[in-house]
C-alpha cells in the first residue's frame, strides 16, 4: 500500500519562474491538504481539496494555486516565485470522513527559489 | 486568533522521561495532536487527545490536556535515541494549526 508520494523530491527556481508540485495520495484517501513549511518552522496550511475542490484556504496569496483530479491527485502551482517561497512543501491526504487531522504526509518537495 | 507554540529545544539523556509543552490560543479546538517529524521525512500521526479529555496513554507516550490554561504536554517514557527528531503540536478548527516544533535531542 502505497503512502503519500511527492514530485519532484528537490527543485531550484529563479524568482518570477512559475513551479508545479505534484502529490498522490495515499490509497483510499479522497482529501488532499497542502502545506509549506519554511526552514525552522512548522507547516502552515495552504489548502485543503475535496471532490475536486478547493474547501479550505489558508493565508497564502493567489499566486497559490491548486488543482484536485478525478483520481483524487493534486497539483500546487506558485506563480511569480519569491526568495521567501523557498521551502518544503508537504502534501498530506486522509479520508474525508475520517478522523479530523489524520494526516497521512508525504515527504515533501524541497523548492530553492533564488 | 490561531497561535501554537512550543519551546524550541530539548535535550535528554537515554533512558530518562521526555516532557515536550505546548500552548494553544483556540479553545473551540475539539482535537490536539502530536506529530513527529524525522529528518528528510515527511510529519507522522503520534497521538492525538479529544478536548474533553485530560489524559491520554498510548505505550511510553502520555498526552496532558489542560483546557483552562489551553496546555498540551506530551511525556515520553523512557526515551530512546530513535526518539530524536521535531516534535510538532497541532491544533484542529476547521484546519489544522501546527506549533514551531521541539526538537528532542537524545544523548547516549
Known amino acids: 500500500d502505497a503512502g503519500v508520494t511527492q514530485s519532484p523530491t528537490h527543485l531550484i527556481k529563479t524568482r518570477g519562474q512559475q513551479v508545479t508540485l505534484r502529490c498522490s495520495p495515499k490509497s483510499g484517501h479522497d482529501t488532499v491538504s497542502w502545506y509549506q513549511q519554511a526552514l525552522g518552522q512548522g507547516p502552515q496550511f495552504i489548502f485543503q481539496y475535496y471532490e475536486e475542490e478547493e474547501r479550505q484556504r489558508g493565508n497564502f496569496p493567489d499566486r497559490f494555486s491548486g488543482h484536485q483530479f478525478p483520481n483524487y491527485s493534486s497539483e500546487l502551482n506558485v506563480n511569480a516565485l519569491l526568495l521567501g517561497d523557498s521551502a518544503l512543501y508537504l502534501c498530506?491526504?486522509?479520508?474525508?470522513?475520517?478522523?479530523?487531522?489524520?494526516?497521512?504526509f508525504g515527504e515533501g518537495s524541497r523548492l530553492t527559489v533564488l | 486568533g490561531e497561535d501554537v507554540e512550543q519551546s524550541l529545544f530539548l535535550s535528554v539523556r537515554e533512558g530518562d522521561s521526555s516532557v515536550i509543552n505546548c500552548t494553544y490560543t483556540d479553545s473551540s479546538s475539539t482535537y490536539l495532536y502530536w506529530y513527529k517529524q524525522e529528518p528528510g521525512a515527511g510529519l507522522q500521526l503520534l497521538t492525538y487527545i479529544f478536548s474533553n479529555m485530560d489524559m491520554k496513554q498510548d505505550q511510553r507516550l502520555t498526552v496532558l490536556l489542560n483546557k483552562k490554561d489551553k496546555h498540551l504536554s506530551l511525556r515520553i517514557a523512557d526515551t530512546q535515541t530513535g526518539d530524536s527528531a521535531i516534535y510538532f503540536c497541532?491544533?484542529?478548527?476547521?484546519?489544522?494549526?501546527f506549533g514551531t516544533g521541539t526538537r528532542l535531542q537524545v544523548f547516549p
Open positions: 498530506a491526504s486522509s479520508l474525508g470522513q475520517g478522523l479530523p487531522g489524520e494526516l497521512f
Open positions: 497541532a491544533e484542529n478548527t476547521d484546519k489544522l494549526i
